[in-house]
Nanobody, 123 residues
């Protein structure tokens, strides 16, 4: 199995910045896509940004130009730099990773989620 651990959330004023990190551990063979999602109270979970193993990125329209996703493949870690934060960015942020891991006899695919980290932006 593969575990994801997030860090970096917190409380910040509008216009401020935060950097989220998410590290994957386990018997990882390879990680393909990594992404950040968020879920506000009463809302569905939405994709914020994603990055492929080759570094191609994609962003939700609401965060383009403000958020930057990056990854360190050697550390199996994905980051989300969030600048010019707005109150509407307030949510629990989750990271996701998809790839393959090795068990005793097999190589299997996985899609794992982090536990979530709260980001609160005050006006």
């Amino acid at each position: 199995q593969v575990q994801l651990v997030e860090s970096g959330g917190g409380l910040v004023q509008a216009g401020g910045s935060l950097r989220l990190s998410c590290s994957a551990s386990g018997n990882i063979v390879s990680i393909n896509a990594m992404g950040w999602y968020r879920q506000a109270p009463g809302a569905q979970r939405e994709l914020v940004a994603s990055i492929s193993s080759g570094g191609s990125t994609s962003y939700a329209d609401s965060v383009k130009g403000r958020f930057t996703i990056s990854r360190d493949n050697a550390k199996n870690t994905v980051y989300l730099q969030m600048n010019s934060l707005k109150p509407e960015d307030t949510a629990v942020y989750y990271c996701n990773a998809e790839g393959t891991y090795s068990s005793q006899f097999f190589t299997r695919s996985f899609s794992s989620w982090g536990q979530g980290t709260q980001v609160t932006v005050s006006s």
